[in-house]
Nanobody
Framework: VQLQASGGGSVQAGGSLRLSCAAS????????MAWYRQAPGKQRELVAT???????NYADSVKGRFTISRDNAKNTVYLQMNSLKPEDTAVYYC???????????????WGQGTRVTVSS
């Protein structure tokens, strides 16, 4: 199982970006999916989560600006980021709790990270 993230880039403050992360491989089911970020010199932090049923949760710093969604048929999670601020600059990582085919339980997988840079 692999997670492939895409969609990062450089934007000016107030702009928007949409991140995508697709899980591929021999997958029986995908449970919760999430986005984390890590800014230079800081610890990785949780940005948003979404359950397989679509229930979402957000960090206070992104509430009202970011929207997490998913397409279960495609095993893909998205992060729509609006009204971006310089403090949103970070490497964004996707995370998924996946039940691979042939396994007796779920496994935790990470994407490779995609860089978001917001200039003032």
């Amino acid at each position: 199982v692999q997670l492939q993230a895409s969609g990062g880039g450089s934007v000016q403050a107030g702009g928007s970006l949409r991140l995508s992360c697709a899980a591929s491989g021999s997958i029986f089911s995908t449970n919760a999916m999430a986005w984390y970020r890590q800014a230079p010199g800081k610890q990785r932090e949780l940005v948003a989560t979404i359950t397989s049923g679509g229930r979402t949760n957000y960090a206070d710093s992104v509430k009202g600006r970011f929207t997490i969604s998913r397409d279960n048929a495609k095993n893909t999670v998205y992060l729509q980021m609006n009204s971006l601020k310089p403090e949103d600059t970070a490497v964004y990582y996707c995370n998924a709790d996946v039940w691979p085919r042939g396994f007796s339980s779920t496994r935790d997988y990470w994407g490779q990270g995609t860089r978001v840079t917001v200039s003032s």
